[in-house]
């Protein structure tokens, strides 16, 4: 059976001149990263140059990844990185991008048309916690990663992820109540 190359070794056949390996990696995590950064920044344009860049920056600094970490986890931080930079650099009164949001794909126009709200007050609340609960959610929910997983990724205890998950979880319940979403 073909089994398939670890990270560290492609990273390796990376600082060895072949710069194509690179695009292993890229492929193996570009889309749960772009997911990431998606629901961190809400706008697709801003996260597809967000995850472009943060790969180039993971490229350029290649020789500084330890090999004994896991790949996925040192692209998030620095994909996470780049959204909080983006997020800084924008103006706090900049309303929330729509343009993020996937269409829902049911044919009945009113049930697509309350998903959509759905997502959009979803959004809203995720966008008001703090990027430390954002980020558990983000990595547990979405993305579904396990929590040692998502503890490595933050480099955090496990059992802070799960705590913090936790508070997450009652926080976005309070910000969707507010929001008069009662569930």
Known sequence: MFEEETDSAIVERCRKG???AFGTLVDRYQR???HAVLHSVWNYEDAREICQQS?????EHLDS???NLKFF???YRIAMNESINHLKARRPSE???EDGVYPSATPDPQVAFEALQRTHMVHRAMAALEEKYRAVLILCHI?????????????????????RLFSARQLLREQLEAMGHAG
């Open 95 to 97: 309303p929330l991008q």
């Open 65 to 67: 990844f330890n090999t």
């Open 18 to 20: 072949d710069v194509e």
């Open 143 to 163: 993305l579904q990663l396990s929590y040692r997983d998502a503890a490595e990724s933050l480099n955090l205890e496990e059992k802070t992820v799960k705590s």
């Open 73 to 75: 986890s040192w692209i």
């Open 32 to 34: 749960p990263i772009f």
């Open 55 to 59: 790969f180039l920056k993971a490229f």
